[in-house]
């Protein structure tokens, strides 16, 4: 019995002679977060539907000019350099110049038939090259994504066609840096 009025003493001394519940109060609460990250990403699509056709053309043609398109989607704002190279097999350079072999084999053939990338039409069209790089365009096409497709327009130009007759083709590697 001297134990609880020594208790009740006490606990009313600490209170200041009020009696506290030993309830808590209704309700409870705590929060979390719901965390994400969301990384830069971007892809490209060119393949057979992107290919330039330069056409038949007689073997006096200068400056034969084609274009086509290719799609980069990247994610809403994030930069993007496109660099185009042409096969290395083929002499192919980090300027945009390459050059086309024969694509059916012709036996004895080892005609070449140069060309030049470029992102404007025309023998004298700007340089799609390949010194682009994850910060800079070098000679490369810059753009910054949207979330969804762009379309980009590359020309290609045969400055003469005085070679071999038979059929040419050269692959060229589309590079997204980001």
Known sequence: ???????????????????????????????????????????????????????TVASTALNTTGSNTISVTCSKTTPYYVGLAPSAGNGGTTTGSGAMSTADALPGNTDKVPYQLSSTPGPSGTVWGNTATSTTVGNGVAGT??????????????PAANFTPDSYADTVTVNVNF
């Open 145 to 158: 994504g949207t979330g969804t497709a762009q379309s980009l327009t590359v020309y290609a130009t045969a």
């Open 1 to 55: 019995m001297l134990l609880k009025k020594t208790l009740l003493i006490t606990t009313l001394l600490v209170t200041g002679g009020v009696v506290l519940s030993a309830q808590a109060a209704s309700p409870a609460t705590a929060t979390f977060q719901v965390l994400m990250v969301i990384q830069k990403a971007c892809t490209v699509t060119a393949g057979a539907a992107s290919n330039i056709n330069l056409g």
